[in-house]
Structures are given as C-alpha cells and as structure tokens.
C-alpha cells in the first residue's frame, strides 16, 4: 500500500481558496503563480 497525495484537491485550495494569481501579482512574488504550483506540486 502506497501513498498518494491529493495534486488534485492541493492545486484546487491554491487556486480557488487561496488565491494564488493575486499572490504572483504582489512585487517580488511573479514567480509565485499557480503555473509554478503546479510543476512543483
């Protein structure tokens, strides 16, 4: 039995909860949007 963990259910909270774009808009955090959360996740 192997664990996996929820990509799905992480990209949804970054984006619709947490608002992430808005985050990437503030200076100093471009790199921080959802296209870089999802690679990384």
Wanted: glycine share 4%; no cysteine.
């Amino acid at each position: 039995m192997s664990y996996h963990a929820p990509v799905k259910d992480m990209l949804f909270v970054m984006k619709e909860l947490a608002d992430i774009d808005s985050i990437a808009a503030l200076p100093g955090h471009e790199d921080a949007g959802f296209d870089t959360a999802q690679a990384v996740v």
